[in-house]
């Protein structure tokens, strides 16, 4: 499938997309601001982080109950409140107060990523069409232009608050055209369909952590990597995740168009190796441009990785129970977004950043041995929802 049909068919949760996009982009560009202006090492810098981590921890129960409150309305309900949410990283400087800011955007960047990932997954199911990658992609895109931006922002001295009050106001913008009602669901069918799909969920939401991992570790460290170990400026810092934003875009984008023609296992397990080894690129370059090169192989190579675990939830488990898979499996993966910083944090408070991509390079390996596992749990149909065979 085209990715313009693609993003035809699903242009309102793309919109979500790209919402989480131009925010975190923003922000990633902007971590060296915040560290300093907090002025904590590698190690306490990495555990504020794990605040995102608590904040979305909630998302597991609340985002459901969101989504059936707020119905057609949950989606640009959702945009509006992680827009404000990122107006406060600017204006607190207190270890303490910015591990709660880091709450409060973990909190709203799940409720939104959970409601537009179920969305998303409906959209296949209604039009028999693979549509994860195009709207991830919208995700990269996005991410990549307001990082590139935001370095250029950071050059001629604009504050993280005014950089994230443009925003705001782009993603009101944004968020006008998101109403969209969702699927409706037949309880006393759900009821008839037996246990919760755990299984399955576990599997493909481990899938997704991984890759959320891999890509946020570039997200939030890569501009430190390049300006702290590499010696670069800031707008060469923030061209770090703008490189992994470009490239996840061309991969998730090109993932649209070969959906149909490759099986999960093995996109899964060509991106995981790739990411791989861009990591160890990244780690063992002598310079900005060696490690705009390893960031640039990790996105290519990871960029379609999640949205294939996702698209996998969506139609291994039955309709009934489709929109709450596809829930928890984003939450899972979504954890992975978050806890990475911390971790890296930790990691390069012991051992160095170098180091700190060598552990991102392994930890990619593991993606490969959760796509064989769930090709064991079932057996699945061909071709089936417009995704290709496993």
Not at 9 to 22: C, D, E, K, Q, T
Not at 277 to 282: D, F, N, Q, V
Not at 304 to 318: E, I
Not at 348 to 372: K, N, T
Request: charged share 10%; with cysteine; aromatic share 8%.
């Amino acid at each position: 499938m085209s990715i313009h049909s693609a993003l035809r068919l699903s242009h309102r949760p793309a919109r979500g997309f790209a919402v989480i996009g131009v925010l975190w982009g923003s922000f990633a560009a902007q971590v060296p601001v915040f560290k300093a202006g907090l002025g904590v090492d590698d190690t306490l810098f990495g555990l504020i982080f794990l605040g995102t981590s608590l904040g979305l921890v909630t998302t597991i129960w609340l985002a459901p109950l969101f989504d059936r409150i707020l119905g057609r309305s949950a989606m640009p309900v959702a945009s509006m409140l992680v827009a404000s949410a990122f107006l406060m990283p600017g204006l607190v400087m207190h270890p303490a107060l910015f591990m709660g800011v880091m709450m409060a955007l973990g909190l709203t960047s799940g409720l939104l990523d959970v409601v537009i990932n179920a969305r998303v997954s409906e959209l296949e199911a209604a039009n028999n069409r693979s549509l994860m990658n195009a709207n991830h992609g919208m995700f990269s895109l996005a991410y990549a232009i307001s990082a590139m931006l935001t370095g250029l922002a950071r050059e001629v001295g604009l504050p993280p608050v005014a950089v994230f009050a443009c925003l705001w106001l782009v993603i009101a913008v944004l968020a006008s055209g998101m109403r969209l009602t969702p699927a409706p669901i037949d309880e006393a069918e759900r009821a008839a369909q037996g246990a919760f799909p755990w299984r399955v969920v576990l599997i493909c939401g481990g899938i997704v952590l991984i890759a959320f991992f891999v890509e946020a570790t570039v997200e939030a460290w890569s501009a430190l990597h390049i300006e702290r170990t590499l010696g670069g400026r800031a707008a060469e810092g923030a061209f770090g995740p703008a490189v992994l934003g470009l490239t996840m875009a061309f991969g998730r984008f090109s993932g649209q168009v070969i959906s149909g023609r490759f099986s999960e296992t093995s996109v899964i397990v060509i991106g995981s190796g790739l990411a791989s080894i861009g990591a160890l690129i990244a780690a063992a370059a002598p310079g900005p441009a060696i490690a705009y090169l390893g960031f640039g192989t990790m996105g290519l190579g990871i960029s379609v990785v999640g949205p294939m675990g996702l698209a996998l939830v969506g139609r291994l488990v039955r309709p009934g129970r489709r929109t709450a898979a596809v829930a928890r499996a984003a939450v899972i993966g979504f954890v992975g977004f978050m806890a990475a910083p911390a971790v890296m944090g930790l990691m390069s408070g012991a051992f160095g950043l170098r180091m700190a991509f060598v552990a991102v390079a392994m930890l990619a390996l593991i993606g490969p041995g959760l796509a064989l596992a769930i090709r064991a749990q079932a057996q699945f149909p061909s071709k089936s929802a417009g995704i290709s065979r496993l």
